[in-house]
């Protein structure tokens, strides 16, 4: 087969989503299929650009949206001004399958519906949880109800996921599978002697937005270092609500138990675990958070 992966989420950006894409596109590589991603472009990242074992991306040079969502920069809903250039690669590649990835992604949702058009087949991968009641959730719902009602398959990472996209978007059970999240474990071995001795860290790394149970995070970590004198944390990530952390930091007076990282690459990503006693996972949507695995 020839496959697109599509979604607005992807590298340079650090995420589970964008992981998930790479390693699949990898590992679908292996197995003798042409693989292409197309994703929104990023400041001077644009045009073709090939990747690790000859993954070629396509990065569309579409106006991004603000972060409204808290689930990272989007595409500007356009619906059709997407379409010729959707086109034109799915024909010069000579694309059999289209696999968009996450319920926000504008460019996944426009794709698939321009594929449809075209005849090709379509998959959708939901990655997260939602709600029913809030009005981004049910904004996302109809649109999501919309996009899969001519999809071909759709794949959910946990059973809990599953039912939670039947519900949302109307989608017959029979045309989704699950299909867990895994990581590379040869790439996360465990080191004790890593570990400060004497002391508990806590571990958290995330993407800091309100998405990842930030605010949560801000209320517990004094908490807990008020109750326990020797218990340390370790953040890694970065996005709009470190302000907040930082800030908790400094009217608790905790600068040398809160340890903040900031953006953390996905090859050190080991090593800061490795410090940790125990991994902290705070978030309000996650299906099956990669990080836990990794952890």
Request: charged share 20%.
């Amino acid at each position: 087969h020839r496959i697109c992966m599509v979604s607005d989420f992807f590298y340079p950006d650090a995420g589970g989503v964008e992981n998930h894409m790479y390693m699949l596109s990898q590992c679908l590589q292996q197995l003798g299929h042409k693989v292409i991603v197309v994703t929104r472009a990023r400041g001077d990242r644009m045009g073709v650009r090939w990747l690790t074992n000859g993954l070629k991306a396509y990065y569309l040079p579409f106006q991004s949206m603000p972060d409204v969502f808290s689930s990272g920069k989007v595409a500007l809903p356009t619906l059709f001004s997407a379409f010729p250039i959707i086109r034109n690669i799915c024909i010069r590649e000579e694309i059999t399958i289209v696999h968009g990835h996450q319920a926000f992604s504008v460019l996944a949702h426009e794709t698939l519906m321009h594929a449809n058009v075209m005849g090709i087949k379509t998959i959708f991968t939901d990655h997260s949880l939602f709600g029913f009641e809030d009005a981004s959730a049910i904004h996302m719902n109809k649109v999501l109800d919309f996009t899969l009602t001519n999809i071909n398959h759709v794949i959910c990472v946990s059973h809990t996921s599953k039912e939670n996209t039947v519900l949302r978007a109307n989608v017959e059970p029979g045309r989704v599978s699950v299909i867990p999240n895994a990581v590379d474990t040869s790439q996360f071995t465990p080191n004790p002697a890593a570990r400060r001795p004497n002391c508990i860290t806590i571990v958290c790394i995330t993407r800091l937005v309100y998405r990842k149970g930030v605010d949560l995070m801000i209320e517990v970590i004094p908490a807990i270092c008020k109750k326990f004198d020797h218990v340390n944390f370790i953040i890694g990530g970065d996005g709009p609500m470190r302000v907040g952390l930082e800030q908790m930091r400094e009217n608790h007076q905790l600068q040398d138990r809160v340890e903040m990282l900031g953006h953390v690459k996905h090859s050190n990503v080991r090593n800061v675990l490795c410090r940790g006693h125990i991994y902290l996972n705070c978030s309000l949507t996650e299906a099956f958070c990669i990080a836990i695995l990794e952890a």
